[in-house]
């Protein structure tokens, strides 16, 4: 099992009234595992991690590990022990 | 006339004080649609390319498009164009709100003004009625005095007005124009051509509603896509956190430029400055503009503190940056009484907290000292030298004089190293996105025919993840990749290009409205088909005319490029990369079909018939 510190920012930290939450997973867990079976689990997170036509992980939302953004796949992406997260979405403006 | 249009345009000559109706030509609308495409054409046909900007020989375009005014969501907005005296080529700005509405209710598709009129003067539109008045009682005016002053005046609360503030009278040169009480058309610098003509104000109230061509198709089209955009999470979003809900999430990825563009990483200052913070707040309630669902706008009232009775329309996105993180200022109620302060004075916040950032460095660097500031200590974060900053560039006191003309010529005056401080492209201030986050915003900057603008391509939204499939653009790009991006600049950037000629505000697209909603709609209004190709050869045939206007003043690759600064990345919180500026011009000028000088080549300009 790891340990990962998730931090939330704007939308999705008001959605569910907290900043920081720390999760365990199994080892080896891509970001893609850490949203669809710890972040999901908040319902108020599905309208902003979810997206309404495809039913799947928005392709919008900002991921970063640690101060790496995720360019690549949330898939492919796989986050160690002691790893923060940090994840905002954005809308278009200004 | 096709469904959409008025089919009239209103050409005012401010020297004779004279009005004539002329119709809106169809070739015009069947090649360029409408919006900015319409006033490029028009300008580019009329216009004397080396004419000065402030001098009545410059024209100055208000256009609306065929959407405009119909119950479309998000066609509330009306662009302006004309010879920008900021930077001395093409220059367009437009602003939501109600007022291009009424312009269309009163009967008219747009407004060409020329001349200059003798005294201080507005125009009143009330449906046939058009009258040229006297304004010199409401010359030195602010803008929402002068908006409250006319309706009751005219006797036509309902009437909808757009005014130049003490900033426009004064010509200085980052001066905007205010349309609806708080909605501006910032850029460019158009309220100075305003003030120039000694053009107050226009008013115009208007009852005759626009016609579509196929009602029935038009009001089940609308349904649809209301009823989308009304279950996107992103409306919800924008509606509960406006423009500035994104602060934090742009922060994180180093998209907002602080410290004038020196620093990349404020994660406290962008949440005591995000459209979360201003919900908890200083948030009176979310406003919208014309048949939008969305209602991103902000009125805000602040009730206690040293800024207690400020209120009326909030700031958005840029302005949070460019008078928050910019300066280093991370109070939401000095950057709401800055907003104010430059609605009331006409004033582009953008240019504005750019031209402030530029003298504080200045300063900090002994470029300039108290004695040229008049005493006033320019500090990082101090709130009091800003709103003196601000008041002075509206009054064009002091040092005020110079800053209001942008950082460009402010370097050029202030000389030494000052134009290594001055963040623009093409004369234009740099917006509220770094470029060296999102690499397509560098190429962006570089080639956008207004200067530095992130909404004539809105190409990071793609960087971001917002897919536009219809377009091809079906999947995330790496947003550190310079190679393969030109493709996807062109694309956006002819794609909104057409979006700013039908009109539609642009942050309705990632709210539901899909390219194949706004074929169906095109059809439904105007009465006639158009295809992908046909769609996107239009924008290109738009971007391509104003680069044209633009190459016959003499720009050319020498001044497609980005400040020296950014092209040095910055390595504190999220790596910033260098855009590699030459690889992706290269790109694009051959995918453009311009020459190695980045001039269209005879045989694109014969295929775009122009
Ligand atoms: S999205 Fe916002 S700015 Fe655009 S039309 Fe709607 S309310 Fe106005």
């Known amino acids: 099992m790891i340990r990962i510190h998730i931090r939330l920012l704007g939308d999705l930290r008001e959605a569910i009234g907290k900043e920081k939450i720390e999760i365990n997973l199994p080892n080896n867990s891509s970001i893609k595992e850490l949203i669809e079976n710890k972040l999901l689990r908040y319902e108020e997170l599905k309208d902003h991690l979810i997206d309404p036509t495809t039913k799947r992980i928005r392709t919008d939302i900002i991921i970063l590990i640690n101060e790496r953004s995720i360019e690549s796949s949330i898939e492919s992406e796989r986050v160690k022990d002691g790893d923060t997260v940090t994840l905002a979405s954005v809308v278009a403006g200004g | 006339m096709l469904g959409g249009y008025k089919g009239r345009i209103l050409r005012v000559n401010l020297t004779d004080l004279r009005v004539s109706v002329e119709p809106l030509k169809e070739e015009y609308v069947k090649k360029f649609l409408g919006g900015t495409g319409i006033a490029a054409k028009i300008l580019y046909d009329e216009l004397d390319p080396h004419v000065d900007p402030l001098s009545p020989w410059n024209k100055l375009v208000f256009m609306t498009g065929p959407l405009t005014g119909t119950l479309a969501p998000g066609c509330g907005r009306f662009v302006i164009a004309s010879k920008s005296p900021l930077t001395g080529i093409w220059g367009e700005s437009g602003s939501a709100g ?21 005294n201080p003067t507005y125009l009143w539109l009330n449906n046939e009625n058009v009258e040229l008045k006297d304004a010199k009682h409401l010359w030195g005016k602010d803008t929402i005095e002068t908006e409250n002053k006319l309706k009751s005046e005219l006797k036509e609360p309902r009437s909808r007005i757009v005014t130049i503030g003490p900033a426009g009278e004064r010509l200085a040169k980052i001066a905007c124009i205010v349309a609806d009480g708080g909605g501006v058309a910032g850029r460019c610098g158009l309220g100075a051509v305003m003030g120039s003509k000694n053009l107050k104000a226009i008013a115009v109230r ?5 016609e579509v061509a196929d009602e029935t198709t038009f009001n089940d089209l609308v349904k649809e896509i209301s009823s989308i955009m009304e279950n996107s999470p992103r409306t919800k979003s924008l509606r509960s956190y406006g423009s500035a809900g994104s602060m934090e999430g742009n922060e994180a990825v180093g998209d907002v430029p602080i410290k004038n563009w020196t620093i990349n990483s404020w994660p406290d200052g962008a949440k005591k400055l995000s459209g979360q913070h201003m919900a908890k707040t200083i948030l009176k309630r979310p406003v919208t503009c014309f048949a939008c669902p969305i209602a991103c706008k902000r009125e805000i009232e602040i009730k206690s503190g040293p800024y207690a009775g400020v209120k009326g329309k909030g700031p958005e996105y840029e302005t949070c940056a460019s008078f928050g993180t910019l300066l280093l200022i991370d109070d939401i109620g000095v950057v709401a009484k800055a907003n104010d302060l430059c609605t009331r004075y006409g004033i582009d916040t953008i240019s504005c907290g750019s031209a402030i950032a530029f003298a504080y460095e200045c300063y900090e660097k002994g470029l300039i000292t108290n004695e040229d500031t008049e005493g006033i200590n320019l500090s990082w974060g101090d709130h009091e030298s800003f709103l003196k900053m601000i008041d002075i560039i509206g009054k064009r006191e002091g040092i005020g004089l110079i800053l209001g003309d942008g950082v460009k010529l402010a370097s050029e005056k202030i000389g030494k190293d000052a134009n290594k401080f001055a963040i623009h492209v093409k004369g234009l201030e740099m917006p509220m996105h770094d470029p060296r986050a999102y690499k397509s915003l560098a190429l962006g900057y570089a080639t956008s025919n207004r200067g530095a603008c992130h909404l004539q391509a809105a190409s990071h939204w793609v960087e971001r993840g917002t897919t536009f499939p ?24 002819d794609f909104m290009a057409v979006i700013d000629s039908l009109i539609i505000c642009k942050f309705t697209l990632t709210c539901g409205y899909t390219l194949s909603h706004l074929l169906r709609l095109v059809e439904a209004t105007i009465g006639y088909k158009m295809t992908v190709d046909e769609f996107m050869r239009t924008g290109e045939r738009i971007f391509n005319i104003k680069r044209l206007f633009n190459n016959r003043l003499g720009i050319s690759r020498k001044d497609d490029t980005l400040p020296e600064r950014i092209d040095k990345p910055l390595s504190v919180g999220t790596k910033h990369r260098r855009p590699d500026l030459g690889l992706m011009l290269d790109e694009y000028y051959q995918l453009r079909g311009w020459d190695e000088e980045g001039k269209p080549k005879p045989e694109k300009l014969t295929e775009l018939e122009l």
Request: hydrophobic share 35%; glycine share 14%.
């Open chain 2, 470 to 493: 219809e377009l091809g653009l079906k999947e995330k790009p790496d947003r550190f990749a310079s190679e393969g991006k030109a493709k996807m600049v062109i694309d956006m950037q």
């Open chain 2, 98 to 118: 109600y007022w291009g509405p009424e312009l269309k209710f009163a009967g008219y598709d747009g407004i060409i003004f020329d001349g200059k009129a003798e």
């Open chain 2, 206 to 210: 208007g009852t005759e509603r626009v």
